[in-house]
C-alpha cells in the first residue's frame, strides 16, 4: 500500500500541463492529423501531440475554452464563433458509399435525396436488386451531417427510419458488410471494402474534387483562439509543408495548396 | 379425454429442459471467449505488445492503451480503496445499525446500480469540464473510482465482518484501543477479503469504456502526464472493431482485454475462496 | 482523542458513496432538468428529435430502451432461472463447485466484447436469415439477454440455497418429486432474491451503453418489428454527446436524468424486495 503510494506521488510530481499540443474535435479531421501527428512526432519526438476526436461543436468550444490548443473543425464557423482564427488545410469531399456488390454505381441527386428521406425503399426502384435498401446516416451535430444535408438534401429532411453510427469509420464498416447498404463518408476515408457512386454521373475521385466538377465539398480547418506560436505553430507550419499536405493528399484530400495556387 | 402427464415424466421433462438450457447458456458463454480467442491469440506477439500505436490502429501494437489501462485503473484504486475501505470500516466497527448505517448502504446500493454511461456523463460535466481535468488520466480514473467504490466497499465490509469477535477482544483486552485494534487486528485478518474486492473492482475498470470514452478521452499517444488523455484498451478496441479499423488488430487486443479480465477475476475467486475457507 | 479523531475522520469517509450519489444526482439533473422544462413535459415526451433544430423528444428513445430491456429479460429470465435451479437443485457438488464461478467469471466480460460478437456473428445471422438491416430489436435482446444472464443465475442461485433444507425434506417426505418441490415450494420461498436478480438485471440491461450502441442500428423510427433498428436512451446520449453543445447537450443530460430516474426506482425496488427477507 505504502508502496503504491509512492507510486502515485513520483507520477503525480512528473505530471505536468505544459510540453504538448492538445488537439481535438471534427472526427473527420481526426484520422488526417492523426497521422500527420505521426510523422511530426518522429521529426519532433520532444513535442507530444494527443489528437482527441469529439466533434466539430466540441472542438470549437474547447479551443474556445482552452482544453485544447489547436481545434479541427470540418465546416465553417458560425456567427458567434468567428471570434477563433481558423486555417484551411485541405478540401474534402462527401462520397455516397454502397456495397462493393452492389450494381448501382451512379445515382441522381434527388434519387439520393429520395433514398434518404424514406421515400425510395427498394433498390429495384432505381434499377437494382429486388431488394429493401438500408439508408446509414450520421448523427445529430455531426459535421458531416450537417454538410450533406446542406448540400446534397436541400430542404428534404433525413428520414428518421435511417441506420444512425457516429463515426466515418462506423458508417463505412457497416456499408461495407451491409449488400443493402447506402451511406455517406468523407472522401478521403473511402477504401476498398466499399465503392462510391457517381452523382449525376460524377465520382468523386480526387481529379473531380479539383476541377470542382464534383460539387460536394467542405473545408478542413484548424482553429485557434490566437496567433499560434511555440509548438502549435511548428505543428501547423508542418501541417502546411510540402510533406504535411503530400500525407493528406495520399489519402484523398484536396490540400489547401493546390486550392490556394488557383 | 384429458391427457395427464404424471409426476414422474414432469420430472424427467424438467430435468432434460432444465440440463438443456444450463448446457446453452454455458455453451453460448465459453464460445463467445473461445472465438474471440480463436481469432485473436496468433496476433500476441512482444511486439504487439511493446510497440506504439501506429496508422489509427491499423498497424503497430497496443502498448501506449496498455499503459494508458494501466494508470487510469491504478488512479481509480488508489482512491477508490481508502474510501471503500474506511467505509467498510466505519460500517462494520462504528454503526449498529441507525440511521446513518441505512444512509451509508443506501449509497452504496444505489451507486451500484448505477450504469456506467451516467458516470461517463457525470465524470464528463464534473471532472473534464467543472474542474477543468480536461479529458484526462486523472479525470478517468476519478470516474471510475466512483463506479467501483460500491464493490469495494461491499467486499471489505463482508472480510470486515467475518473477522472473529473473540479477536477484537483479546486485543482489547490486551489494552488496544479500538483504532488500534481495526489497524493492528482487524484490518490484517481481513486483507485477503479486502484484496478480493479490490481486484474486482480493477476487473471492472479494465473492462468499461462508456464511462472513460468521456472522461479520459480516445489519444493514442503515450501518456506523459496524469494530466494527458489517454485510450484504455477497451476504448481502443471499441473504436477498431466498430469503425473497421482493423479486424486482427481488434481481435488480438480484445483477447487481451479478456485474459487480463479473466485472470483478475480468477485470483480475486481464488483469494476470497482462501478466506472464506478459513473463517466460515 | 485518538479514536476520536479517527472515527471522525472514518465517518466522513464512509458518506464518501452516498455523496457520490448526490454529486451525481446534482450534475445530472442540474444540467438537463431545466431543458424539461423549458421544452416543456409535453413536447418532452415527443417523438421528434431534432435537436440541433430545437426539437427535444425523447419517446422513442423511451420506448426503445423498454423494448430492448423487455426483449432481454425474455431471453435472460428463462435462461437465467434454468441454470439457477439446474445448478441449486439438480446438479452434484463439484458441478455447483465448477459452474457457478465460472458464470461469475464471464459477468466480467467487458461489454464491448459482448457488442463485438454481436457484430461479427448475431447481426449477419438476422439480416441473412430473417431479413431487415440485422441491426434490429432482435440482436440487442439478445446480446443484452446474455449479458444480464450471471446477474440473474448468480442471485437466484443464491436465494434458492438460502432456502432451508427442512422444507425440501418436508416436501419429500409428502411423496413430491424434486420438480413438484421446486416448482410449488422452492421458487416460491425463494421468490424475492429471484425478484431482486431480475430487477437488477433490468437495470443492466436498460442502461447498457456501449453494446448497445454496436447492434441496434440507431435508428430514431419507433420499431415496428423485431427486425427493425431502435434507439435507446443510452445510445442517444453516448452517440452525440461529443458533438453536443448548448440546448442539444441539456437534452442529452436530460435523458441521463431519465434514466437515472428509472435506475434510481429499480435499485429502491430490488432493495426493497430483498431487505424483507
Known amino acids: 500500500m505504502r508502496r503504491f503510494a509512492l507510486l502515485l506521488l513520483i507520477l503525480l510530481s512528473c505530471s505536468q500541463r505544459r510540453g504538448g499540443i492538445i488537439i481535438a474535435g471534427s472526427t473527420s479531421v481526426q484520422p488526417f492529423i492523426e497521422k500527420i501527428a505521426e510523422h511530426f512526432m518522429e521529426k519532433y519526438p520532444e513535442i507530444k501531440i494527443n489528437v482527441q476526436s469529439g466533434g466539430s461543436t466540441a472542438g470549437i468550444q474547447a479551443t474556445f475554452n482552452r482544453t485544447c490548443n489547436i481545434g479541427m473543425s470540418s465546416r465553417d464557423l458560425k456567427m458567434d464563433e468567428q471570434a477563433l482564427q481558423t486555417v484551411l488545410i485541405a478540401v474534402d469531399g462527401i462520397a455516397v458509399i454502397v456495397h462493393t456488390e452492389n450494381p448501382i454505381t451512379n445515382l441522381g441527386l434527388e434519387q439520393v435525396r429520395g433514398i434518404f428521406s424514406g421515400k425510395i425503399t427498394n433498390w429495384k426502384e432505381l434499377g437494382g436488386n429486388e431488394d429493401v435498401i438500408i439508408p446509414v446516416t450520421r448523427e445529430e451535430g455531426s459535421g458531416t451531417r450537417a454538410s450533406f444535408e446542406k448540400m446534397i438534401m436541400g430542404e428534404v429532411a433525413i428520414s428518421d427510419a435511417c441506420l444512425v453510427q457516429d463515426s466515418n469509420g462506423a458508417v463505412r464498416e457497416i456499408i461495407a458488410t451491409t449488400p443493402q447498404g447506402i451511406g455517406y463518408i468523407s472522401v478521403g476515408l473511402v477504401d476498398n471494402r466499399e465503392q462510391t457512386v457517381a452523382i449525376n454521373g460524377v465520382k468523386p475521385t480526387l481529379a473531380h474534387l479539383v476541377t470542382g466538377q464534383y460539387r460536394f465539398t467542405r473545408p478542413f480547418l484548424l482553429l485557434f483562439l490566437e496567433e499560434p506560436q511555440g509548438d502549435a505553430k511548428k505543428f501547423l507550419d508542418f501541417v502546411l509543408s510540402e510533406e504535411g499536405q503530400n500525407i493528406l493528399k495520399s489519402d484523398g484530400l484536396i490540400p489547401a495548396r493546390e486550392i490556394n495556387v488557383d | 379425454m384429458t391427457f395427464r402427464i404424471g409426476p414422474r415424466t414432469s420430472q424427467i421433462i424438467a430435468y432434460i429442459l432444465l440440463l438443456v438450457m444450463t448446457s446453452i447458456t454455458v455453451i453460448v458463454l465459453f464460445f463467445i471467449i473461445v472465438y474471440i480467442f480463436n481469432h485473436g491469440i496468433g496476433q500476441l506477439s512482444l511486439e504487439f505488445l511493446t510497440d506504439r500505436t501506429r496508422e489509427m490502429g491499423k498497424e503497430g501494437g497496443i502498448f501506449p492503451s496498455i499503459i494508458g489501462t494501466l494508470l487510469v485503473t491504478m488512479f481509480a484504486i488508489a482512491v477508490a480503496t481508502p474510501l471503500g475501505v474506511g467505509s467498510a470500516v466505519y460500517l462494520v466497527e462504528y454503526t449498529r445499525g441507525g440511521l446513518i448505517r441505512r444512509i451509508i448502504s443506501f449509497g452504496a446500493d444505489c451507486l451500484a446500480g448505477v450504469p456506467s454511461i451516467i458516470f461517463g456523463l457525470f465524470g464528463f460535466i464534473f471532472f473534464v469540464i467543472k474542474l477543468n481535468l480536461g479529458w484526462s488520466i486523472i479525470s478517468g480514473g476519478l470516474t471510475l473510482a466512483v463506479m467501483i467504490l460500491p464493490t469495494v466497499i461491499r467486499t471489505a465490509e463482508e472480510a470486515i465482518k467475518a473477522v472473529p469477535h473473540t479477536y477484537r477482544e483479546i486485543s482489547y483486552s490486551l489494552g488496544g484501543g479500538k483504532l488500534d485494534t481495526i489497524v493492528k487486528v482487524v484490518l490484517p485478518t481481513s486483507l485477503p477479503g479486502i484484496l478480493t474486492g479490490i481486484i474486482l473492482g480493477i476487473g471492472r475498470a479494465v473492462g468499461e469504456t462508456a464511462a472513460v470514452i468521456f472522461t479520459a478521452g480516445s489519444a493514442l499517444g503515450i501518456p506523459t502526464s496524469l494530466f494527458s488523455s489517454t485510450r484504455t484498451l477497451a476504448v481502443h478496441f471499441y473504436i477498431l472493431a466498430r469503425e473497421g479499423i482493423s479486424m486482427p488488430k481488434a481481435y488480438g487486443t480484445a483477447t487481451v482485454l479478456i485474459i487480463i479480465i479473466l485472470a483478475v477475476n480468477f485470483i480475486a475467486y481464488r483469494l476470497m475462496h482462501r478466506f472464506i475457507a478459513r473463517y466460515y | ?277
Open chain 3, 1 to 277: 482523542m485518538k479514536d476520536k479523531i479517527a472515527e471522525n475522520i472514518l465517518l466522513l469517509i464512509a458518506f464518501s458513496a452516498i455523496l457520490s450519489l448526490l454529486l451525481i444526482t446534482f450534475f445530472i439533473f442540474q444540467q438537463g432538468i431545466p431543458l424539461i422544462f423549458k421544452t416543456g413535459l409535453h413536447n418532452f415526451f415527443s417523438i421528434s428529435w431534432s435537436p440541433t433544430k430545437g426539437g427535444f423528444g425523447i419517446l422513442s428513445m423511451i420506448i426503445g430502451s423498454l423494448m430492448v430491456t423487455a426483449g432481454a429479460l425474455v431471453v435472460g429470465i428463462p435462461f437465467g432461472l434454468a441454470c439457477a435451479v439446474f445448478l441449486a437443485e439438480f446438479s452434484s457438488p463439484t458441478i455447483q463447485k465448477t459452474l457457478k464461478p465460472i458464470i461469475e467469471l464471464l459477468a466480467g466480460i467487458p461489454s464491448v466484447v459482448y457488442g463485438f460478437i454481436g457484430i461479427v456473428i448475431l447481426v449477419p445471422f438476422i439480416r441473412e436469415t430473417f431479413g431487415g438491416p440485422g441491426f434490429s430489436v432482435l440482436a440487442a435482446s439478445i446480446i443484452l439477454g446474455i449479458m444480464i444472464l450471471p446477474t440473474i443465475v448468480s442471485i437466484s442461485y443464491d436465494s434458492l440455497l438460502a432456502v432451508p433444507n427442512t422444507y425440501r425434506e418436508g416436501s419429500y417426505a409428502l411423496g413430491a418429486t424434486k420438480w413438484q418441490t421446486v416448482r410449488m415450494l422452492l421458487l416460491h420461498a425463494a421468490r424475492s432474491g429471484i425478484v431482486a436478480g431480475i430487477i437488477l438485471g433490468m437495470g443492466r440491461a436498460i442502461g447498457e451503453t456501449m453494446a448497445v450502441i454496436m447492434i441496434a442500428g440507431n435508428a430514431l423510427k419507433i420499431p415496428g418489428s423485431l427486425l427493425d433498428s431502435v434507439r435507446t436512451l443510452t445510445s442517444t446520449i453516448a452517440l452525440e454527446l461529443g458533438y453536443a453543445a448548448g440546448d442539444h447537450r441539456a437534452a442529452l443530460f436530460a435523458c441521463g436524468s431519465i434514466l437515472f430516474i428509472i435506475i434510481i426506482i429499480l435499485n429502491i425496488v430490488a432493495i426493497r424486495v430483498t431487505g424483507r427477507k
